[in-house]
């Protein structure tokens, strides 16, 4: 029988990797960090797409069954799990995909106020002066926080790239599909958030440890050269703490929590009524 597929999608920074790492405890579900499969969905359509080589003799039909067999073959070590959690940042920009192969799945987008989400990355950064981190490809980017901050924010980074993509499936067709879920409201009271988002899959709550996860991705995050970006605290928690950034950074960053407003929009969304310090 075919897994059922959600996806776990939104900001970095923001409890994709916790979230993932709380509904593995389930033993019916597999769930990770990012995976390869959207980006492979990605080079696949430069393949086949209009003024390819391969374009004109690579039918609908044929385009469908070739993104769904990514999905089976890369998930086939796991064929005892009955749903399937596929992570990647590109999803929220790929709602019509989504809805074509797998109807009636789910796309669960994790967020943060974004001033906090800089401020994480740039906390990470500051752990090991002597490294180089790849999120940044030349000393001109990485030279200040005003350079490192601005240069996540572009559309095509790290953090400008998702947001962007979030707000496209905010307010696309698609987003009654959608659940936004405030990082701040999952490490404050998961035992309240995991029992919505099984409702929001249609699936029976299970009993969660919040005082025993685990999740370490150090291989990644080394060739990233940002040790430590993946990994989970066994304990589920939230840290309140005064930001790193400069007054004029987090206030400009801050003002970009455009779910706050959810007026046309379609979207479901788990959030805090306010903005308040966090950790990572």
């Known amino acids: 029988m075919a897994p059922t597929y959600h996806f776990i999608s939104g900001l970095p ?3 994709s990797t916790l979230l993932a790492a709380l509904l593995l405890q389930n033993p019916r579900f597999h769930a990770g960090m990012t995976s390869p499969v959207g980006s492979l969905f990605g080079n696949m359509l430069h393949q086949f797409g209009a ?9 609908m039909e044929q385009r469908r069954r070739l993104v769904r067999g990514l999905f089976d073959s890369f998930y086939a070590d796991h064929a005892d799990k009955e749903v399937i959690f596929d992570t990647n940042r590109l999803w929220c920009a790929q709602m019509p995909v989504l809805a074509d192969q797998f109807p009636g799945s ?19 950064y500051r752990s090991n002066p002597y490294e180089i981190t790849r999120l940044f490809n030349d000393d001109t980017e990485r030279n200040t926080v005003y350079s490192r901050v601005d240069t996540l924010a572009q559309r095509n980074r790290l953090v400008g790239f998702p947001w962007a993509a979030l707000k496209e499936a905010f307010y696309g067709e698609q987003a009654a599909s959608l659940l936004l879920v405030e990082y701040d409201l999952l490490a ?6 995991l029992p919505l988002i099984y409702q929001f899959i249609g699936e029976e709550p299970f009993d969660h440890d919040f005082e025993n996860v685990h999740y370490d991705a150090p291989a990644f995050d080394a060739q ?10 066994p304990q589920v928690g939230f840290e309140a703490r005064n930001t ?24 479901n969304i788990i959030a805090v009524a306010s ?6």
């Open 106 to 124: 789910k796309v669960i987008a994790c967020v943060r106020n974004v001033a906090w989400v800089m401020d994480s990355i740039e906390r990470k």
């Open 51 to 59: 003024g390819s080589e391969f374009g004109p003799v690579v039918t």
């Open 188 to 193: 404050n009271a998961p035992q309240k958030v």
């Open 244 to 267: 790193i950034l400069p007054p004029d950074l987090f206030e400009k960053y801050s003002e970009l929590s455009f779910w706050k407003n959810n007026s046309g929009s379609l979207a």
């Open 224 to 233: 990233l050269g940002m040790s430590g970006l993946h990994k989970v605290r």
């Open 13 to 15: 920074r923001s409890g």
């Open 275 to 280: 903005d308040k310090g966090n950790a990572p």
